[in-house]
Each structure stands twice: as C-alpha cells, then as structure tokens.
C-alpha cells in the first residue's frame, strides 16, 4: 500500500470544505467559526441523534420543528413523553426518542443542563454509542475525535483501497480515520470528510474528478473506486404477519393502545393487535363486530418485513374497554402514529 501523507490529506480536505460545506439549520459553518460562534452543543446532539440511519433531507423539518417547540435541553427535558414522541412520528428508530428524552433529562438535571465536552463524558449519557459521542465532541467542542459514519467509512475504503469487507473492516478503517483526523480545527474535519462522502465521494458515480483526495485516492489510481467498500453480504429479512384492530365510536373517538417502553415502537401510541409472528392468531382486544379489510398494511423494519390485516369495529359511544386509551374526534392525530399504525389509519380511511 502505498504511503499517504495525513498531514495533506487533511489540509486538502479543509481547503475544499471552507469552499464547499453544506448549508444545515444545525451546522456552524466555517466562515461563522472563524468569526467566533461557537455551535450549540444542544442542537449538535440533537441532529446527530435524529440523522442515525436517516438521511439529511428526511431529518430537517424535524429538527426545525424539535427546536421550535424545544429551544434548549432543559426545555426538552421538561416535556411531556407524549408530546416529543408524537413530534418523532415518521422519523422511526423509536428507541432514539426514548434515549433522546432520557438523556437531555441527565443533562438537565447532573450536568446543570451543559453537555460533557469529550467524547468519554458523552459516552456515559443514555443513548449516545461511539459515533455520536465523537460526533458531538469534535463538531460541539472541536476535540480531536475520529467521527467514523457510513460516509466516512467509504472516504477511508476508497482512500486506501481497502477491499476487506464491512463491517469487518471497520477497526482498520478507523485506525486510518484516526491518523488523518488533525488537531487544529477537528470539527470542521468531521463534518468536512462526511460532507465529501455525501456529495462526492458517493456511493455510485463517485465525482472523483472534482475530489480534492484524487490525487492520493488509491482507489481512484487502481479504478477500484466503484466496488468499494466491499460488504458482506446482508441475509435476506423474514416476513412476519399480525393482526391489529381499530375502533371507532359513535362520537368519533378512537380506541388505541400505549406499547410497552421496551422493543419495536416503545412508548407509542397504535391500534392493539397480536404479536408479529410467523402465523398469529386473531387477538381482537375486546368483543365487537369486526371486520375485516380487503387489503393489508405492508411495512419494512430494519430486520423483518411486516404484513398486517387491519380489523375495524363501529362502537357504542359508552364504550370504555380497559386498559386502551380513548381519544376524543379532536384529539386525535394520525401523524402522532408510527409509520406502520398510520398505515392502517389511511387504508381504513381509504376504504
């Protein structure tokens, strides 16, 4: 393998950024550091929290919705459950809004609302792994942290033409990462080689006649640069079928069930069903006239697809199973439901 020199490598990859960096409501761009702002290491969390396994474009009316309606950690510490789950509806990962809400309340309350500044600290907050804590780190207090995304896991595969295959490769890719990451300006790097992932070095077609790394790129010498990283291969996902149930009063409220703080949707509000088996049995929530739709509700999970038959019942409007919790016609809110239950809301809606 050829030598490359980190020092330019990171000097390169500054001088593109200064130039180049991607406008976002959450970054402090170069020209505004230099000026002296400082980023928000709350609204630096925040992005990172809501960007794990989402993309850019799906995160940015979320985020400017959450600081909005939650300006700083301690407001958002001090925000009902039900109101910050609802405003996480869509984005998925529902697990992270559970940890979002658990950590800015450790924040607010032993750390005086300040976020530790080094990536150790932030490691031992609720929900926040390796990634997030350099993250923050780097870009929040300009440590010299790694930052190691998918982005940048392909940056440093194509750099080096590393062909061993992800995630196996991912020590080798970070001891690399770590020896280009420079002591002056950190957070800038971060977001400068995560940039370059994004916008250049990308997935298909990489744009390597523009990248300020082609010429060390030992991918782009090889013409390697298409088939890295290399990856093993993913197994297929299983399908699971269920059942859920939606009930509707004569005064319009609507019959839906809290899920347990613990596993796939944890803490949100959805119709009640069964349980997401290989072949469930029905497992209406309480006697009524069901029927069944026509069709079924399709959805993808990141390790299992989905497929639900949707039940619907007209009730009596003294109607008060217990254990479910009854919304009244105005205050209810489908985009308040997971993905998967606001599914069966518009199929019912449209049949």
């Not at 930052?147 to 595969?157: A, F, K, Q």
């Not at 149930?245 to 019959?255: N, T, V």
């Not at 497929?307 to 209810?332: C, M, N, Q, Y």
Request: contains cysteine; hydrophobic residues 40%; charged residues 25%.
């Amino acid at each position: 393998m050829r030598d490359i020199c980190e020092f330019s490598v990171s000097v390169a990859l500054l001088d593109w950024y200064d130039h180049n960096a991607r406008q976002m409501p959450w970054r402090v761009g170069p020209a505004d550091r230099a000026a002296g702002v400082t980023p928000d290491p709350y609204r630096v969390w925040l992005s990172e929290v809501m960007l794990q396994q989402t993309t850019v474009a799906a995160v940015r009316d979320y985020f400017m919705r959450f600081t909005a309606r939650w300006r700083d950690v301690a407001s958002l510490a001090a925000a009902p459950d039900d109101q910050v789950m609802g405003e996480w509806a869509g984005l998925g990962y529902y697990a992270r809004a559970r940890n979002l809400l658990k950590c800015a309340r450790v924040v607010t309350d032993e750390y005086d609302g300040q976020f530790p500044d080094t990536g150790d600290a932030l490691l031992k907050l609720p929900g926040i792994g390796p990634y997030t804590a350099a993250a923050v780190a780097a870009i929040a207090f300009d440590r010299p942290e790694t930052v190691l995304d998918g982005n940048v896991e392909r940056v440093i595969s194509r750099l080096y033409e590393i062909h061993d295959p992800l995630p196996g490769s991912k020590p080798i890719l970070m001891e690399k990462a770590a020896a280009l990451t420079p002591t002056q300006r950190p957070g800038d790097y971060a977001q400068a080689v995560m940039d370059l992932g994004a916008t250049i070095c990308t997935p298909k077609s990489p744009a390597c006649g523009i990248c300020p790394l082609r010429t060390p790129c030992l991918a782009r010498i090889a013409g390697t640069q298409a088939d890295l990283p290399k990856k093993t291969a993913k197994k297929a996902k299983p399908t699971r079928f269920g059942h859920v149930y939606i009930a509707r009063r004569q005064d319009g409220a609507l019959l839906l069930e809290r899920r347990p703080d613990k596993g796939l949707l944890g803490g949100m509000l959805g119709w009640p069903g069964s349980d997401w088996s290989g072949t469930p049995s029905e497992a209406p929530p309480f006697s009524a006239d069901w029927s069944v739709l026509s069709e079924e509700v399709r959805h993808t999970f990141t390790h299992f697809h989905l497929v639900l038959r949707v039940w619907t019942a007209e009730l009596p409007a003294d109607t008060t199973p217990d254990s479910l919790t009854i919304l009244g016609k105005h205050e209810f809110k489908p985009s308040d439901l997971p993905t998967v239950m606001r599914k069966a809301h518009d199929l019912w809606q449209g049949q």
